[in-house]
């Protein structure tokens, strides 16, 4: 029998080498589990066998792949645990490059961010430019929220100087909205990671 320590030891060396965005703590638990990993399902007491730790490490894949899995999920994990927009959207843009579900979430966060500066946008602008902005029902019967750019509004407007306390809440609750829906994607993103060990966990 071949012994794989020296196959999984590179291996491991290598995935190592590609997670040094972690700490070292981080990095040695998934390297331990890894090899725990490897020579449970190896099947053998003593040294693994080297075709049946191929044959695992195969199915790991590439020291690169697994690293990028470990690396989003790291981020995702920070992202699921704050509320800075920057954090958040940090996180599903690495979503974004795994799956086109992340992608969907990411561009969620980036419209519930627009409507909320937009209605924030409309409360801060209203006594500098009273008569083009405001919420607007236009001839067609449409509804705009306008900001003051572009030609006069032909229309009625519909909530005059409520525009400024309204626009701060509900700019205010788009923005809520939007991180609450987004930490709720990266928690169910984070769920279906096709990671095998132990998860990256977030440096204090």
Known sequence: MNDGTPRLNRYLEDLRARLRDLDETERRDILD?????VRESAGHSGPPDDRQVADVIERLGSPK????????????????SSWSPWALMAGLMRAAALSSAGLFALVCLLVGYVVAISFFFAAVLKPFLPS?????????GEYSLRLGFGTPVAGE???GWWIVPLGLVAGAA?????????????????????????RAGVSR
């Open 157 to 159: 407007e519909l909530l």
């Open 132 to 140: 083009r902005v405001g919420l607007w029902r236009l001839a067609g």
């Open 33 to 37: 589990e890894l090899r725990s990993h």
């Open 174 to 198: 788009a923005a809520w909205l939007a991180a609450r829906m987004a930490r709720w994607g990266i928690a169910r993103f984070r769920e279906r990671m096709p990671l095998r060990a132990p």
């Open 65 to 80: 792949h697994l690293a990028s899995l470990y690396l989003a999920d790291r981020m995702l994990a920070r992202a699921e």
